[in-house]
């Protein structure tokens, strides 16, 4: 109880402080009139400043304030403006008073204009040779650092600061005073001219300061000046100074890499690194350097060193080294490399994870450098036996090499022995960062060599069992990028088929896309997998789709080893009759799947299909063609139902007739267009049910005809009033429909014609000015009925501001001619209906059958489970969780922006949005969608059923009614929900309860 009084008594004293220096401030202000304090402003920008508008963050002001003391203390005209709070951050800056500054700056939007800030930099300029508070030197250094200035103002900054430090101007804060000076010569290095005075200012102070961060600095911004040099000229006109400069300046570097501060080391590196970067050469004599470097006791410098051996490395990588008394000569590469390799048995976390990125970097290092980094004991390969001269009895010299023990000093090892075993040092490594870094760099130079590659499966399937998801992930996708190299033995088997059962999806997904991937030794091999894959679909049936996917890649890759299993997979007998498997069994469809695929790569297959499997084919050829491949016709036998293959020409002739009809269309009247629409209409509806390969040409040309249908037909009642008779609801109700088509059109179809596009934008911009100005002409209807005419005013501006966004659409041009804008800002169409009529009819739309391909993107929901008798209880006026489980097909990273879901309850309707984390892909063109949906609602009698829906919600034509830009990507799935009543004996109180609100409710998730 005391500590807590005592905390209270603490936090009142500071608030009484700050209020106290806020009133001394004003009082000053008010009482001098800032005479005495040199006012920087004159008339003009003090009016600028006043009527400048911004907006101010009154919770960030009152943090430490107590709001009702500072409005009474300030007066209710005061306000707290931009310009009070700029002229007590100045004030505060003069006389050295931080409190004040600290204060006004919380009341200052960060982002200055150009005025404002030069004027800040001339007012800290002016008080920083005066100060002694090294606090308040900070606070100017965070200014100049967080702020952007013009190049003038910068100039003259650093021309009064090289006055300054020319005369030691600097009082006691002095590293500072210097470092704010070279922040402003690096500001404008890439802008503007450096003078030579400025150079040699920075290189008299690197040579005679003693304090290490201005060394630092110096050294920072010589780097920055150099690599900027090509700019306007920095020193001179003359080349020959700047190269002077550069090759003074790397000398310089290298200097001071044993200077005693390791800020200094590490800015030496990191300019070296810097210089390289740019195109500069680093000395080969300097790589002993860098190698004592990488010995550095400060990880900071010791991680910046290993990042210059491998420059180093990759620069000069046919250059040779000595090693062992110059005994033994390895590349630069392969030296450069273990030493890198040596880093992993760093102290610092830090030092062994940058070793660990850098060693993926190496692609050009020895076979037998690579396999070392697999086994902590050194190698046959990595020793080279030292030679004996042994003088025999004949007097001759003979050189002998000694093979009594090769673990005593008879040989020379080609790494150091804390060096080996890098890689399994990494994934053992305590710290996830590092163990993931390794598997990334062990992938990467595995994919530059085979026989690497097939030597890092062990390591690689080992870290499926690491206890960090992330490190699971990594390691399986690595694995898959290798799989087309490598073979997968029956041991590494088993503990890819145990990551199937995964409590994590995403772990789930990637086994199975290192099982698709995967080349295996054996059939049994192969069953082992199927037998993984069948229990991981009766207990994850999410994955169902997952799963065919992977045997349909495992039938393609390895239909040699499929082959002898077909009998077996589809319950085959060669001399009993069993019971035909039916399709409902999904599973079964999945091994089916395998088999085909493995047919159309193995012929000899096809032999032991029996009757009802070739029948089964072709329903699964018509339905899934994505994942059951063609067979040869004359392998199969003829059947007496609808024969895909053959029946293709047909498709190709009723499409040529349609494309006849279409053209005819083009070339009549509106109203016999509608009748040929009709007719093509009724034709292509009966094509949805069927399921091939040119069911997404037919359902896209049939959402086209609609579409075009609605829009004559607009045309059609425009030309003849009759849309301004129509009732309110019908006036919605039509508008909805069009837009709808249109959206879905734009949302879920890709086309890849042009013109189709272009149809559909002139279509959408034409369709929104039209129905704007039939509601601006039915405003003109109503003068007497303000409500009524406003209304239709604001829907028409909404409908104009939203086509006008519409940039793409080929009509764009001639139609913004046709919209001014009051003096309000609204717009209004300036044109009559009839002008407006005439120049759409001068641009109808061309329908033409798409000749490419056409995709339908679309998304199927996997959990919750539709129809299922589970009752969701929970009490209500709370909310309760549902986890939903989606796989969207055909949607581009973009189009998950626009992604909902949608809750139907018998009351009310949701749309949330999912957040973007939940959106998981592995395949291109396919997400899976993993989330939770709070739902809550009121309580029910009895259990009611509660839709869900996966839908696009476009941002266009925002303005419009959310419904009306919501289009149903998804089959509905029925959730049973009851929310029950809730418990009143609990309730304190013998009042009635209050209805308890969602955290939805609250906040505007929509």
């Given at each position: ?11 009142l004293?500071?608030e009484?402080?700050?209020?106290h ?13 800032y005479?005495?304090?040199e006012?920087p402003y ?5 009016s600028?400043?006043?009527?400048r508008k911004?907006?101010t963050?009154?919770d960030?002001?009152f943090r430490?304030?107590?709001a009702s003391t500072v ?8 306000s707290?403006?931009f310009?009070?709070?700029f002229?007590?951050l100045?004030y505060?800056?003069?006389?050295a008073e931080?409190?004040?500054?600290e ?15 030069d004027?800040l ?6 008080t920083l ?7 308040m030197?900070g606070f100017?250094?965070q200014?100049?650092?967080n702020?952007?200035f013009?190049?003038r103002?910068?100039?003259?900054a650093v021309?009064?600061?090289?006055i ?6 600097y009082?006691e804060?002095?590293?500072i005073?210097?470092q704010?000076f070279c922040i402003?010569?690096?500001?404008n290095?890439?802008r503007s ?6 150079v040699?200012?920075?290189?008299e102070?690197l040579?005679s300061?003693?304090?290490s961060?201005?060394r630092?600095a ?10 900027n040099?090509d700019k306007?000229?920095?020193?001179d006109d003359s ?5 002077d400069?550069?090759d003074h300046l790397i000398?310089l570097?290298?200097?001071h890499?044993?200077d005693?501060?390791?800020n ?6 990191d300019g070296?690194?810097a ?5 500069v050469?680093?000395?080969?004599e300097r790589?002993?350097?860098a190698i ?11 991680r910046?060193a ?8 990759s ?5 040779m080294v000595s090693i062992e008394d ?6 630069m ?5 273990s ?12 030092v ?9 970097k ?5 076979d ?9 004991k ?6 080279i036996?030292?030679?004996e001269?042994?003088?025999?009895l ?5 050189i002998?090499t000694?093979?009594t023990d090769?673990y ?7 790494m150091?022995?804390?060096?080996c075993?890098a890689?399994v040092?990494g994934?053992?490594?305590?710290t996830?960062a590092?163990r993931?870094?390794?598997v990334?760099s062990m992938?990467?130079?595995?994919l ?8 890092c499966?062990d390591?690689l399937?080992?870290m499926f ?10 390691a399986?996708?690595?694995?898959a ?5 490598i073979t997968i ?9 145990q ?12 086994a199975?896309?290192v099982?698709a991937?995967?080349?295996l030794e ?5 069953k082992?997998?199927i037998?993984?894959l ?5 207990t994850?049936?999410?994955?169902g789709?997952s799963i065919c996917?992977?045997?349909?890649k495992l039938?393609q890759r ?9 009998s077996e997979?589809?319950?085959?007998h ?7 498997s039916?399709?409902s069994n999904?599973?079964y469809t ?9 047919a159309?790569?193995f012929?000899?297959?096809?032999s032991?299909?029996p009757h009802h ?12 063609p994505?994942l059951?491949?063609?067979?040869r016709?004359?392998?199969m036998?003829?059947?007496k139902m609808?024969?895909?293959e053959?029946e293709m020409d047909m498709f190709d ?6 494309s006849?009809?279409?053209e005819?269309s083009n070339?009549?009247?509106l109203l016999q267009s ?5 007719i ?7 094509l949805?049910f069927?399921?091939?390969e040119?069911k997404?040409?037919a359902?896209?040309?049939k959402?086209?005809?609609?579409l ?8 059609l009642?425009?030309e003849?009033g ?5 009732s309110e609801?019908?006036?919605a ?10 959206f ?6 890709k086309?890849?014609?042009e ?9 959408e911009i034409?369709t929104?000015?039209?129905w704007a100005?039939n509601?601006q002409?039915?405003a ?5 009925f303000e ?6 005013q ?5 409908l ?6 519409i940039?793409d ?8 001619k046709?919209v001014?804008?009051?003096w309000?800002?609204?717009?209004l ?8 009529l005439?120049?759409?009819?001068e641009q109808?739309p061309?329908?033409?059958?798409p ?8 998304a199927?929901i996997i959990?919750?489970?539709s ?8 009490q209500a006026?709370?909310y ?12 581009e ?9 949608k809750i139907t309850y018998?009351t009310k309707?949701?749309?949330?949005t999912p ?5 998981h892909?592995?395949r ?13 609602d009121?309580?029910?009698t009895e259990?009611a059923?509660?839709s869900l829906?996966i839908?696009l919600v476009?941002d266009e ?10 289009i149903t ?8 929900l009851?929310?029950?009543p809730?418990?009143?004996n609990?309730i304190g109180g ?17």
């Amino acid at each position: 109880m005391s500590s807590t009084t005592n905390e209270q008594k603490a936090t009142l004293k500071t608030e009484k402080k700050s209020i106290h220096m806020l009133k001394r401030s004003e009082y000053i202000r008010f009482l001098f009139g800032y005479a005495k304090l040199e006012e920087p402003y004159d008339i003009s920008t003090v009016s600028s400043l006043r009527n400048r508008k911004r907006v101010t963050d009154f919770d960030d002001i009152f943090r430490y304030f107590d709001a009702s003391t500072v409005s009474s203390h300030l007066g209710p005209e005061s306000s707290l403006t931009f310009h009070t709070a700029f002229k007590d951050l100045l004030y505060g800056i003069k006389n050295a008073e931080i409190d004040i500054a600290e204060q006004a700056l919380k009341r200052i939007d960060e982002n200055f204009v150009e005025e404002d800030a030069d004027e800040l930099l001339m007012c800290c300029i002016e008080t920083l040779n005066k100060v002694t508070d090294p606090l308040m030197c900070g606070f100017i250094q965070q200014l100049v650092e967080n702020c952007t200035f013009s190049t003038r103002a910068v100039d003259q900054a650093v021309h009064s600061l090289m006055i300054y430090i020319h005369f030691k101007q600097y009082g006691e804060c002095e590293a500072i005073f210097v470092q704010i000076f070279c922040i402003l010569v690096s500001f404008n290095a890439g802008r503007s001219a450096i003078s030579k005075e400025t150079v040699t200012l920075l290189l008299e102070l690197l040579s005679s300061s003693r304090l290490s961060p201005v060394r630092a600095a110096c050294l920072q911004t010589l780097v920055t000046v150099v690599i900027n040099r090509d700019k306007p000229s920095l020193l001179d006109d003359s080349k020959l100074e700047e190269d002077d400069l550069q090759d003074h300046l790397i000398q310089l570097l290298w200097k001071h890499t044993v200077d005693v501060s390791a800020n200094v080391r590490e800015a030496c590196v990191d300019g070296l690194i810097a210089l390289y970067e740019c195109g500069v050469r680093l000395d080969l004599e300097r790589y002993d350097d860098a190698i004592k470097l990488s010995r550095d006791e400060e990880d900071k410098v010791q991680r910046h060193a290993l990042h210059l051996l491998y420059i180093y490395g990759s620069m000069y990588s046919d250059e040779m080294v000595s090693i062992e008394d110059d005994q033994v000569q390895i590349s630069m590469m392969n030296d450069a490399f273990s030493r890198v390799c040596y880093a992993m048995q760093a102290g610092h976390a830090s030092v062994r994870l940058e070793a660990a990125k850098l060693l993926g970097k190496f692609n050009k290092v020895g076979d037998n450098f690579l396999e070392q980094t697999l086994s902590k004991k050194l190698l046959d390969s990595m020793r080279i036996m030292r030679k004996e001269k042994v003088e025999l009895l004949t007097g001759s010299n003979q050189i002998v090499t000694s093979s009594t023990d090769r673990y005593n000093a008879n040989y020379i090892p080609l790494m150091m022995s804390e060096a080996c075993g890098a890689f399994v040092a990494g994934l053992e490594d305590e710290t996830k960062a590092v163990r993931a870094a390794s598997v990334k760099s062990m992938a990467d130079l595995a994919l530059e060599n085979t026989e690497f590659a097939q030597k890092c499966v062990d390591s690689l399937v080992d870290m499926f069992n690491d206890e960090i998801e992330e490190v699971r992930l990594n390691a399986m996708k690595s694995l898959a990028t290798l799989c087309p190299y490598i073979t997968i033995s029956d041991e590494q088997l088993n503990f890819i088929c145990q990551s199937l059962v995964d409590a994590s999806p995403d772990a789930r997904e990637a086994a199975r896309e290192v099982l698709a991937t995967c080349r295996l030794e054996t059939c049994f091999g192969v069953k082992k997998a199927i037998v993984a894959l069948e229990k991981n679909f009766y207990t994850y049936a999410e994955d169902g789709e997952s799963i065919c996917y992977c045997m349909q890649k495992l039938g393609q890759r390895l239909a040699g080893l499929v082959a002898p299993l077909t009998s077996e997979l589809l319950g085959l007998h060669p001399v009993f009759v069993y019971p035909e498997s039916v399709l409902s069994n999904n599973f079964y469809t999945a091994k089916l799947i395998m088999v085909l695929n493995a047919a159309s790569k193995f012929p000899t297959v096809q032999s032991l299909f029996p009757h009802h499997i070739w029948q089964q084919y072709e329903y699964l050829r018509a339905s899934k063609p994505k994942l059951v491949p063609l067979i040869r016709p004359e392998v199969m036998p003829r059947l007496k139902m609808f024969h895909f293959e053959e029946e293709m020409d047909m498709f190709d002739e009723f499409f040529t007739s349609c494309s006849k009809l279409l053209e005819y269309s083009n070339n009549s009247s509106l109203l016999q267009s509608r009748e040929i629409f009709q007719i093509l209409r009724q034709d292509l509806q009966g094509l949805e049910f069927i399921e091939t390969e040119q069911k997404s040409k037919a359902h896209a040309l049939k959402r086209f005809v609609d579409l075009v249908d609605e829009f004559y037909s607009l045309i059609l009642e425009t030309e003849s009033g009759t849309v301004i008779l129509l009732s309110e609801n019908q006036f919605a109700e039509k508008m909805k429909k069009i837009f709808l088509n249109i959206f879905e059109l734009k949302l879920l179809w890709k086309f890849e014609e042009e013109a189709w596009r272009n149809t559909i934008l002139n279509i959408e911009i034409q369709t929104a000015f039209l129905w704007a100005a039939n509601m601006q002409f039915n405003a003109g209807l109503f003068p007497n009925f303000e409500d009524v005419g406003k209304a239709d005013q604001l829907c028409a501006a909404d409908l104009i501001l939203g086509a006008l966004k519409i940039y793409d659409a080929p009509m764009y041009a001639i139609l913004e001619k046709m919209v001014q804008y009051d003096w309000h800002g609204v717009p209004l169409l300036t044109s009559s209906i009839a002008d407006l009529l005439q120049v759409v009819k001068e641009q109808l739309p061309c329908v033409t059958v798409p000749v490419e391909e056409v995709t339908r993107k679309y998304a199927v929901i996997i959990k919750p489970v539709s129809f299922s008798q589970a009752v969701v209880t929970f009490q209500a006026g709370f909310y309760t969780d549902v986890y939903v489980v989606a796989d969207l097909h055909g949607f581009e990273q973009e189009d998950l922006k626009l992604v909902r879901i949608k809750i139907t309850y018998p009351t009310k309707v949701d749309i949330r949005t999912p957040p973007a984390r939940n959106f998981h892909s592995f395949r291109p063109m396919l997400h899976h969608l993993r989330t939770k949906v709070a739902m809550n609602d009121r309580s029910w009698t009895e259990p009611a059923e509660v839709s869900l829906e996966i839908v696009l919600v476009t941002d266009e034509f925002d303005n419009l009614p959310i419904t009306m830009r919501t289009i149903t990507a998804s089959r509905s799935v029925l959730v049973r929900l009851h929310p029950q009543p809730q418990n009143r004996n609990h309730i304190g109180g013998g009042g009635r309860p209050h209805h308890a609100k969602s955290i939805f409710d609250e906040l505007n998730v929509k």
